[in-house]
Nanobody
Framework: QVQLVESGGDSVQAGGSLRLSCVYF????????MAWFRQAPGKEREGVAF???????AYADSVKGRFTISQDIAKNTVYLQMNGLKPEDTAIYYC????????????????WGQGTQVAVSS
């Protein structure tokens, strides 16, 4: 049974920082694609960032230059460092995993965590 467990969500003021963590258990594809998605109230779930094979990364335009995704394969953990947070970053953030290549298509991911809430106030 594959499990993804997120943590690190919190309430912060605009301009603040948070680091989200996603620990994955019994997942043999840790060297493939790990991603962060988010879903704001009333909106569809959207891709934020992904990391492929532990080092190749990509970001949504809305977070480029502010968010950084990284992976510690030895610790089975993926991180999302979020700096310069804005109220529009408020959402539930989900960790996701899939084999082989990365994708911005949420339906292509095989495994999901339960989500962690991020709230940014102005």
């Amino acid at each position: 049974q594959v499990q993804l467990v997120e943590s690190g969500g919190d309430s912060v003021q605009a301009g603040g920082s948070l680091r989200l963590s996603c620990v994955y258990f019994t997942y043999t594809y840790g060297r493939d694609c790990m991603a962060w998605f988010r879903q704001a109230p009333g909106k569809e779930r959207e891709g934020v960032a992904f990391i492929y094979n532990g080092d190749t990364t990509a970001y949504a335009d809305s977070v480029k230059g502010r968010f950084t995704i990284s992976q510690d394969i030895a610790k089975n953990t993926v991180y999302l460092q979020m700096n310069g947070l804005k109220p529009e970053d408020t959402a539930i953030y989900y960790c996701a995993a899939r084999a082989l290549v990365c994708s911005w298509q949420r339906g292509s991911y095989d495994y999901w965590g339960q989500g962690t809430q991020v709230a940014v106030s102005s």
